[in-house]
């Protein structure tokens, strides 16, 4: 049965900007962040504490948690790797945080530089830490569908990592098609291993759009049960440790799909084309979202 409301986590202004090759203004993150919450968008990924050698666009998290003036009913989250990551985050008064892992040896040790079994322990006092400090912990488990490097993934491995994340204090995993390569039959073939084991609610949906099946994964996995979806306004995005991977999936698009099923978001869909409009045009590109571009279109 398909959920009668769905919570959009939206990743752009941490997922989306982390990849750009160009210096984004903290004034431009500002304002889309704004403009997300005042679409009704009300868990944002904003930033992450994560090493400025390997993630430079990421570089002004803490400057942009001071400067963010926050929203209420809004969550204002961000990645945290390790311990160091965690004490920036508990400095710039995140609401949330995350933690990243993977269900691929190579990918972990190019995105974060350890080994799986070594993330788990490194994310340990990371979880701990965090709730003992009254911060909810959220997982992502990547590379779910396909590897970069390894190719095929098993959904045991993925049910193993997944597993060990939420019994370690996450509260929800989200389960990340990092590479885009999902098709629709993997996806529900995976979701049927995972929720043999797990409640739907524990788990998210993340799909980025390299080969743009993720809208129709997404269909999937809502008729599995599963009720938050991240996504990325203007389908901005990407993984630098992910050669070639596109844009998550654009939240327009997820929001028009859910519009047409009935589906409650509590998302404005023409205030955050616009919100999407805005930073595109900082970045000088348009945006990936077919709904954006078509809606564009139409009025001009
Ligand atoms: P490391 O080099 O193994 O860490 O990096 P280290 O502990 O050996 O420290 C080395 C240096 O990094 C030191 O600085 C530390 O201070 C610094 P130095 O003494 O050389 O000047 N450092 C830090 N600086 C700031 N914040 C920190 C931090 N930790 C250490 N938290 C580390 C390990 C994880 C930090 C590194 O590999 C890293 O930052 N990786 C970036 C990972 C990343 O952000 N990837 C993109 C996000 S994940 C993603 O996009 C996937 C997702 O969207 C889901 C999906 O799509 O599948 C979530
Ligand atoms: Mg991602």
């Not at 710039?92 to 945080?97: L, T």
Request: with cysteine; net charge negative.
């Amino acid at each position: 049965m398909l959920p009668s409301s769905v919570k959009i986590v939206e990743v752009g202004p941490r997922d989306g900007l982390q990849n750009e090759k160009q210096v984004i203004a903290l004034a431009a993150k500002l304002q889309l962040i704004d403009e997300l919450a005042a679409a009704g968008l009300t868990y944002i990924e904003a930033g992450s504490f994560v090493s400025p050698k390997w993630v430079p666009q990421m570089a002004d998290s803490q400057q942009l948690f001071q400067q963010l003036t926050k929203q209420a009913g809004v969550t204002y989250s961000a990645l945290t790797p390790n311990m160091q990551g965690l004490q920036s985050a508990l400095n710039a008064k995140v609401d949330e945080v995350a933690i990243f892992g993977a269900a691929s040896e190579s990918f972990s040790m190019r995105n974060i530089n350890c080994s799986i079994a070594e993330s788990l322990l490194r994310f340990e006092p990371v979880i701990e830490q965090a709730a003992a400090n009254g911060l909810k912990v959220r997982g992502y488990v990547s590379c779910v569908l396909g590897c970069p490097y390894e190719g095929g993934i098993s959904p045991a491995k993925v049910l193993q990592v997944t597993q060990q994340m939420l019994a370690m204090g996450c509260y929800e995993v989200s389960l990340g098609d990092t590479v885009g390569v999902g098709t629709p039959l993997k996806t529900e073939k995976l979701l049927n291993t995972l929720l043999q084991h797990i409640s739907a609610d524990k788990l998210a949906v993340h799909f980025h759009d390299t080969y743009g099946q993720a809208l129709a994964n997404i269909l999937i996995a809502l008729q599995q049960g599963i009720s938050v979806i991240d996504s990325s306004v203007a389908g901005l995005g990407g993984c630098p440790y992910a050669k070639g991977a596109a844009g998550n999936v654009a939240t327009e698009d997820v929001i028009y799909m859910l519009n047409g099923m009935g589906i409650e978001t509590g998302v404005n869909l023409a205030a955050l084309v616009t919100a999407g409009q805005n930073i595109m045009r900082q970045l000088g590109r348009s945006s990936q979202s077919k709904v954006a571009q078509a809606m564009a279109a139409v009025t001009q």
